[in-house]
């Protein structure tokens, strides 16, 4: 796949105006099955699922000129203020796909970014902002086309995989699946595909309601997550394990059964910071409140019976997985036990989204 990009690459800007701008807006994603531990060029030791959001976007505007003494920079801004962190990032990125994209060394990029969602949310922003970027850089090629077709998305995921991996899910819509995995033909470590064909209808509609409990900065952060899985003890069994849960949600979604999709769910989460707690060295990211919400949730579930379980990213804000049917009943239940547990009563309600928008180009 990547020859295969490199060797259709357009050398020149020939063929774009003289300047333009492109703007999209992609969502961030929720794992249900956890990508965790990656090799080479970004590439994951395990299969990985994502539902993607709604509200919580990222919208990236690129500007683009190309008779200029700046030709072959970039200037990056986050909300309108220049972040030399996020450029350097930025930087990182577009000399890491130059090879995809030679004509880049022909413009001078104006790149603004925002999101939709506060920093350090539990909601990924390094996964919206690269989809979102990815779409940018991919559209610059096919700036005279019209519409965008499946190709299209296949090489964007592929992109934003190299910006971030969790990333490449965040480029479809609705539920997404990333890495080999040899229950599901199709599936690859290099792109995303789409997992929505495999959830019943009355899935469809997922709500995520994200309680945070903590919005500082992380300790300790995933790409570090990502490096201690390299020599973890327990690396070999996560990786069948991730490989085994992905097969059971799939059967689980198919036979439309909540208490296993909700038992694969709550596994891949609590596995996720049990290897955290196990490597070397160790790190908890959970908080007493993080627990506290676990504990109010099962309990719930136990009482009611409605569609409800949780997920957690690498951070203590737990995400509140419910359906449409539950609606009504989950968020009273979170209103009243679990908002007094938020930090400042705050929570994020989200649901599954339809993917990522094109916004303007001209
Ligand atoms: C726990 O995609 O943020 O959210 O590839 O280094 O950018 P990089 O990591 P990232 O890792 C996400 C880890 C996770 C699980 C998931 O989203 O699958």
Same mark, same amino acid.
């Given at each position: 796949?990547g020859t295969?990009?490199?060797?259709e690459?357009?050398?020149d800007?020939?063929?774009? =105006?003289?300047?333009?701008?492109?703007?999209?807006?992609?969502?961030?994603n929720i794992?249900l099955i956890?990508?965790?531990?990656?090799?080479g060029?970004q590439?994951?030791?395990?299969?990985?699922?994502s539902?993607?959001?709604?509200?919580s976007?990222s919208?990236?505007?690129?500007?683009?000129?190309?008779?200029?003494?700046?030709k072959?920079?970039?200037?990056?801004?986050?909300?309108?203020?220049?972040?030399q962190?996020?450029?350097?990032?930025?930087?990182?990125?577009?000399?890491?796909?130059?090879g995809?994209? =030679?004509?880049?060394?022909?413009?001078?990029?104006?790149?603004?970014s925002?999101n939709t969602f506060?920093?350090?949310?539990?909601v990924?922003s390094s996964?919206?902002?690269?989809?979102?970027?990815?779409?940018?850089?991919?559209?610059l090629?096919?700036?005279t086309?019209q519409t965008?077709?499946?190709?299209?998305?296949q090489?964007a995921?592929?992109?934003?995989r190299?910006?971030?991996?969790?990333?490449?899910?965040?480029?479809?819509?609705k539920f997404a699946a990333?890495?080999?995995?040899?229950?599901f033909?199709g599936?690859?470590d290099?792109?995303?595909v789409s997992?929505t064909?495999?959830? =019943?209808e009355n899935?469809?509609?997922i709500?995520?309601?994200v309680?945070?409990?903590?919005s500082a =900065?992380?300790?300790v952060s995933?790409?570090q997550?990502h490096?201690?899985m390299?020599?973890?003890?327990y690396?070999?069994?996560?990786?069948?394990?991730?490989?085994?849960?992905?097969f059971?949600l799939?059967?689980a979604?198919?036979?439309n059964n909540?208490?296993?999709i909700?038992?694969v769910?709550e596994?891949e989460a609590?596995?996720l910071?049990?290897?955290?707690l196990s490597s070397?060295p160790?790190?908890?990211?959970l908080?007493?409140?993080?627990i506290?919400?676990i504990?109010?949730?099962r309990?719930?579930?136990?009482?009611?019976?409605a569609?409800?379980?949780?997920?957690l990213?690498a951070?203590?804000?737990?995400?509140v997985l419910y359906?449409?049917?539950?609606?009504?009943?989950v968020e009273?239940?979170?209103d009243?036990?679990?908002?007094?547990l938020?930090?400042?009563?705050?929570?994020?309600?989200d649901?599954t989204?339809?993917?990522?928008?094109?916004?303007?180009?001209?």
């Amino acid at each position: 796949m990547g020859t295969k990009y490199i060797s259709e690459a357009v050398a020149d800007a020939g063929f774009l =105006p003289e300047k333009g701008k492109i703007v999209w807006e992609s969502p961030s994603n929720i794992a249900l099955i956890k990508y965790w531990g990656k090799y080479g060029q970004q590439y994951p030791e395990n299969p990985s699922l994502s539902m993607s959001l709604k509200k919580s976007v990222s919208i990236v505007e690129l500007r683009f000129r190309k008779n200029t003494d700046k030709k072959g920079t970039v200037d990056f801004k986050f909300e309108g203020i220049e972040n030399q962190q996020f450029k350097q990032r930025v930087d990182k990125y577009l000399y890491q796909i130059a090879g995809y994209f =030679p004509f880049l060394k022909d413009l001078y990029l104006e790149i603004n970014s925002s999101n939709t969602f506060p920093h350090s949310s539990g909601v990924a922003s390094s996964a919206s902002f690269m989809s979102a970027l990815a779409l940018c850089i991919c559209t610059l090629e096919k700036f005279t086309h019209q519409t965008y077709d499946s190709d299209f998305y296949q090489k964007a995921s592929f992109m934003a995989r190299l910006g971030s991996g969790s990333a490449s899910r965040s480029v479809l819509g609705k539920f997404a699946a990333w890495g080999k995995n040899p229950g599901f033909s199709g599936s690859s470590d290099e792109y995303a595909v789409s997992f929505t064909e495999f959830i =019943p209808e009355n899935l469809r509609i997922i709500h995520d309601a994200v309680i945070i409990v903590n919005s500082a =900065p992380k300790k300790v952060s995933s790409s570090q997550g990502h490096q201690l899985m390299q020599n973890h003890f327990y690396k070999q069994a996560r990786i069948q394990q991730a490989n085994t849960n992905i097969f059971r949600l799939m059967e689980a979604f198919s036979s439309n059964n909540w208490e296993s999709i909700s038992d694969v769910i709550e596994n891949e989460a609590l596995s996720l910071h049990a290897l955290m707690l196990s490597s070397s060295p160790g790190y908890i990211l959970l908080q007493q409140q993080t627990i506290d919400i676990i504990d109010a949730i099962r309990e719930f579930r136990k009482v009611s019976g409605a569609q409800i379980c949780f997920t957690l990213d690498a951070g203590p804000n737990v995400h509140v997985l419910y359906t449409e049917k539950a609606k009504q009943q989950v968020e009273t239940f979170i209103d009243k036990e679990l908002k007094p547990l938020a930090e400042n009563n705050h929570i994020i309600y989200d649901k599954t989204g339809e993917g990522p928008v094109l916004k303007e180009k001209f």
